[in-house]
């Protein structure tokens, strides 16, 4: 599926969303009038039998009561709120999950990711050799060309293919002979890496003029 019909299809879940926000804020707004409605009801038959004061009390409890009932229900509401927007966070990020696992299609433009991967991970670790590790299929895939591919992408480093493919579905690991720092540059090590950023990013592009998302946000609780 391209850009557009992904971007129609987020929209479309979006305004479906608020469409059901919408109607359950409808049905809690109907369901305190009605309550308060009757309270008052009540309170309006004791009003002949009753002294001031009593009648005061009455309607301050009536108030108090129709209170708490609106408070309930708009919890109630953002509560299902912030549970429908966590998970459209959750549908559009495993849609980058999909996307970074869809560059394995294109052989020329993983490579040039996967260069960009070695370059970074090795300018993060320390002087040394450095062993790469990849899945199956890259392993396979990527033995004959390694010696060229790993000169364009960290000149004047020694980094050797691991004959031991690791798992993950696609990217590279970057680590010390000796174990000790490593950088994960498969698709699920940089997803679980940037998993906070991303889902900032998200919440920024779905609900801009909602600056409390973020906050509010997080799964459910």
């Given at each position: 599926m391209n850009q557009s019909g992904q971007d129609k299809q987020l929209a479309a879940l979006e305004q479906a969303i608020m469409a059901r926000a919408e109607h359950l804020a409808g049905e809690?707004?109907?369901k305190a009038e009605r309550q308060r409605d009757h309270i008052l009801r009540d309170a309006a038959e004791r009003l002949h039998n009753a002294e001031e004061r009593e009648v005061m009390v009455a309607k301050a409890e009536a108030e108090r009561l129709f209170r708490r009932v609106t408070q309930a229900s708009e919890l109630k509401l953002q509560g299902r709120l912030d549970q429908?927007?966590?998970e459209l966070?959750?549908?559009?990020?495993g849609r980058l999950g999909e996307r970074l696992r869809g560059l394995r299609d294109d052989p020329g433009r993983y490579r040039d990711w996967l260069i960009r991967m070695i370059?970074?991970?090795a300018q993060l670790l320390p002087e040394g050799d450095l062993t790469a590790e990849v899945n199956a299929d890259d392993l396979g895939q990527?033995?004959?060309q390694w010696p060229e591919l790993a000169a364009e992408a960290a000149p004047g480093r020694n980094i050797r293919l691991s004959e031991k493919p690791t798992w993950g579905s696609g990217g590279v690991r970057l680590r010390t002979t000796d174990n000790r720092a490593q950088v994960d540059n498969r698709f699920e090590g940089r997803?679980?890496?940037?998993?906070?950023?991303v889902q900032r990013v998200i919440l920024q592009q779905l609900?801009?003029?909602?600056i409390s998302a973020s906050a509010r946000s997080g799964g459910p609780q």
């Open positions: 809690f707004q109907e429908l927007r966590w966070v959750q549908a559009v990020q370059r970074e991970a990527l033995s004959g997803l679980a890496r940037l998993e906070a950023e609900f801009p003029k909602d």
